[in-house]
């Protein structure tokens, strides 16, 4: 069965850094993958998708690359700031279109 | 969260009882989904609709029924609740599969079967 992996980790920088998480998946081949913002007791917020025909795709501060050969999406968020302290988690279709399976996500703590 | 409402927000229930979760949208999206989120598995897909009377099961839909009689509303059951469905129950509504809108998810139902 397929399988999604993030940094179990989780992950502190300091302030003004780059922050760069890691979806790596296995068993699979999966046609879109996308990237969500989840706060403590909240639902999750839609970031990015990217294509299996795209290599990366940017937004603002953030850029998602997509190694369809590596099995891997990173996801960095450049000049980062406290603001940026939340879950993120990664999501890929499941090749039938009809749902996306989902990461357990990483933390990441933005130190002032 | 805009558009897309899911009550209750908390509940507490006994094992062996019925609980109905809902979800409501303004957007008029024709997809709508059931999540529950759980420490170490992520958000795991329980249902989804396709459109009104169009369900589908997910991945973990043991226990589990939905209903959609109107576009704006989907109704997640558990017929009989057992403590291994104690969760964080998601709702999240997207205008088309795979589009570049992503998901809108809904804050969320915290259950607990007691």
């Known amino acids: 069965s397929q399988k999604i992996e993030q940094n179990s980790e989780a992950l502190n920088i300091q302030e003004g850094k780059t922050a760069t998480l890691t979806c790596n998946y296995t068993n699979y081949s999966p046609a879109y993958l996308q990237w969500y913002r989840q706060d403590p007791g909240r639902g999750p917020v839609f970031l990015l998708l990217?294509?299996?025909?795209?290599k990366e795709k940017r937004k603002e501060r953030l850029k998602v690359t997509f190694d369809t050969t590596l099995k891997q999406s990173l996801f960095h968020i450049t000049a980062s700031q406290p603001a940026d302290s939340a879950t993120y988690l990664c999501?890929?279709?499941?090749?039938?279109?009809?749902?996306?399976?989902f990461g357990t996500g990483t933390s990441l703590t933005v130190i002032p | 969260d805009a558009g897309i409402t899911q009550s209750p927000r908390h509940k507490v229930t006994e094992t062996g009882t019925p609980v109905t979760l809902r979800c409501h949208q303004t957007e008029n999206h024709r997809y709508m989904y059931w999540y529950r989120q759980d420490p170490g598995h992520g958000l795991r897909l329980i249902h989804y609709s396709y459109g009104v009377k169009d369900t589908d099961k997910g991945e973990v839909s043991d226990g589990y029924s939905v209903s959609r009689s109107k576009t704006e509303d989907f109704l997640l059951t558990l017929e009989s609740a057992t403590s291994s469905q104690t969760s964080v129950y998601f709702c999240?509504?997207?205008?088309?599969?795979?589009?570049?809108?992503?998901?809108?998810f809904g804050s969320g139902t915290r259950l607990t079967v007691v």
């Open positions: 990217i294509r299996e025909n795209e």
């Open positions: 999501a890929l279709d499941s090749n039938t279109g009809n749902q996306f399976y």
């Open positions: 999240a509504i997207s205008d088309g599969v795979g589009g570049e809108e992503g998901y809108t």
